[in-house]
């Protein structure tokens, strides 16, 4: 049965920007009318406000959230078997554990919560208790587990009914012998001999069970039925009954019903396997995302677990792809970024080109496959090579991105740059911004051997609006390097206008590699001005990394 976790994930960077959203979107509606897979757009982070400028302008839903890819027992072909009623009784629970040839039932309510589960072993255990002659009353027992069990019949009473009080008997002897064993409230096995159901009526058992299906005559009938008497009849002989009585017992009395050990669809896989390691269950409930019983998983259910797959846009680091990545089955990476330390278990589909901006490749992919542009999508890729390229100043900016978007624009029928300065200013509003918000709306980090970096940027049309966001960020840089777990943080807010970049660090090796790289000082405010460079990944990823090979 197909299932919503088998979809393949088409996602972006964490910290995603407004290509890496918006690219993911495009190609994932490309796939989906190109091939035989369904994919869905998902998000490995919060988007920024640039992005849901953009998504709500051209009335897109944002895609949902998924900053993990590890296996969950959702990916796995778990079985969806019922769960059964804790009233049924142990022989119906084990006929129905052998049809589906399993050790283990879940017992669930009639609103499907998990009540218990009973295990072969706990059926076994009951059958072998067979001394106890008061188990139809511990358990209080249903006459409809009697009939059902004992293919019988009730006669006298109804079959609503159920064994409250006394103890079991098989009354082969005599009816002298009957009179000083049977008490008031006990379940009397007999045959036909009308000398021991009238004595046992008269020693008001609560029930009577007629063994052989023999007929009760028409005097026992009604005098049973004036003293309060039930009376069933059954096919088996005394020692058949006798042998499957306490199977008739409701299984809510030996089920688990405490500390049951259980998972959800969103546990993750490795940690169900180190649970089977030490329990020997064969089969574990699941729980579903309201806490309704959904399915039972086994060991060979997760062996044969299917990767989750997924297709990543607009990076190749494994720094920045979303957590579990290698867990995962990466089906194609499309990128414009240089080529980073992402490896896969086989050989993928890899589309890497200098460009701009991945919804530039993405639109070219749309030619290739003869697939027509939609506005909506085609609003969405614009948006995307407006934002990579800072409006085309950008030096990774091409004539390809700058010919692309301007036929994205026709199609979506917008104007550029009265759409650019919108998006613009949306995405470097402040107010009501925390430094973490500001920080995250475009972040990544890198690896230069084994030292890990981090570096964010943020985009400002005007000084007055980057000067404020400096004086925002520059106290939180500590906070953030900890948090991120960086050795060196820089920030680079670029302010589009000017062609220029203002980028405040901290770190042990930071101030040091930017006076390496860029060969100038940091400014009264602690900031470095860096003329020009307003790429970070043309411009500053390439000159810090040379530095830090240098260190």
Known sequence: MPREAHKVVVIGHRNPDTDS??????????????????????????????????????????????????????????????????????????????????????????????????????????????????????????????????????VVGSEDSICAAGNVHIGTATPEMLEN??????????????????????????????????????????????????????PFD??????????????????????????????????????????????FPILDENGKYCGMVSRRNIINLRKRRIILVDHNEATQAVEGFDQAEILEIIDHHRIGSLETSGPVYFRN????????????????????????????????????????????????DERTAHRLADIAGVDIEAFAEEMFEAGEKLDGKTPEEVFLQDFKVFMCGDLRFGVAQGSYMTHKNLQAAENLLMPY??????????????????????????????????PAMLQAAFGSEPGEDGGWVLPGVISRKKQFIPAIMSAYQEL
């Open 21 to 154: 959203i918006c690219s993911a979107i495009a190609y994932a509606e490309l796939k989906n009318q190109t091939s035989g897979l369904v994919c869905e757009p998902r998000r490995a982070g919060k988007m920024n406000q640039e992005t849901e400028f953009v998504l709500k302008k051209f009335g897109v839903e944002p895609p949902r959230m998924c900053t993990d890819v590890n296996p969950k027992i959702r990916d796995v072909d778990y079985r969806e078997m019922d769960g059964v009623d804790g009233s049924i009784s142990l022989r119906r629970a084990w006929e129905i554990m052998r049809d589906r040839d399993v050790d283990t039932l879940p017992v669930v309510s009639p609103d499907n919560d998990l009540l218990g589960v009973i295990t072969v072993k706990d059926i076994a255990t009951a059958n072998m208790d067979v001394y106890d002659t008061a188990v139809l009353a511990k358990t209080r027992t249903p006459y409809k587990n009697i009939l059902e069990t004992l293919g019988g019949e009730m």
């Open 181 to 234: 064993v049977v008490e008031k409230g006990d379940v009397v096995i007999l045959t036909n001999r009308y000398e021991s159901q009238l004595c046992a009526i008269e020693q008001e058992a609560s029930l009577i069970i007629v063994c052989n299906g023999a007929k009760v005559g028409k005097t026992i009938s009604r005098i049973a039925a004036e003293t309060g008497v039930d009376i069933m009849t059954v």
């Open 238 to 283: 005394t020692y058949a009954v006798g042998k499957l009585i306490s199977q008739c017992a409701p299984i809510s009395y030996y089920m688990t019903s405490q500390d049951i050990i259980k998972f959800t669809r969103v546990t993750p896989v490795a940690d169900v396997t180190r649970v089977m390691a030490k329990n020997r269950h064969r089969y």
């Open 353 to 400: 080109q200098p460009v701009g901006c991945t919804a530039t490749i993405v639109t070219q992919m749309y030619d290739e496959q003869g697939v027509e542009i939609q506005p909506q999508i085609a609003g969405l890729m614009l948006a995307a090579i407006l934002s990579d390229t800072l409006m085309f100043r950008s030096p990774t900016c091409t004539a390809v």
């Open 477 to 510: 840089l500590e906070e953030a390097r900890n948090k991120q777990n960086v050795e060196d943080l820089y920030m680079m807010l670029t302010e589009v206008p000017r062609k220029e970049s203002v980028v405040i660090c901290t770190g042990r090796h930071a």
